[in-house]
């Protein structure tokens, strides 16, 4: 079975209750944030909550010339702060994994079209996909655990409840909300 916690929070502040998770997605994300920011989202996802996996996706900045409306220079989204090239993810994951005890592979979604003169740029959308280094120090958090941190949390409120494939449970408006 799967249960599925939705709290609302941000990924930059550290909380007792999101530690030892089994999966961190940051899907379409990092990019969002200001540098700072994702220095502490690092600190936070690989240093505190220490999932035993992690996928980020983000835009790949040498894809960008293949879109004729954009201006160079110009990134995806006026919300972007910055979008990594293929060598800029590649080191910034590297750096990842000598601080915080992970394995990462890459890979993406969205080939250049096939002609010779654009297969140097990689895909669309370029994934990292981390893996822990196993540490017998860390048990599986089981959700009944997460969901006692949750009752006694300040920070934050739940939104929903799913354990799969038994049902849902709604625990607030908000999950509507969410949903839209």
Known sequence: PLS????????????????????VTLVEVIE???????????????????PRLVIVTTPNADFNVLFSQMVAGQFRHFDHKFEFNRQQFHHWASQIVEKYKYTVEFHGVGD?????QYRHLGTCTQIAVFHRI???HH????SSVFAERLSHCQRHELLSF????????KT????EQVQY
């Open 4 to 23: 599925l916690s939705i709290p609302p929070g941000d990924a930059t502040k550290r909380c007792a209750c999101f530690h030892h998770f089994d999966v």
């Open 32 to 50: 969002h944030l200001h540098l700072n920011d994702l220095h502490q989202l690092v600190d936070n996802v690989f240093g505190h909550i220490q």
């Open 112 to 116: 250049a079209p096939l002609y010779e």
């Open 134 to 136: 196993r540490d017998n």
């Open 139 to 142: 048990p599986r958090l089981q």
């Open 162 to 169: 799913v354990d799969y494939p038994f049902g849902s449970m």
């Open 172 to 175: 607030s408006e908000v999950h």
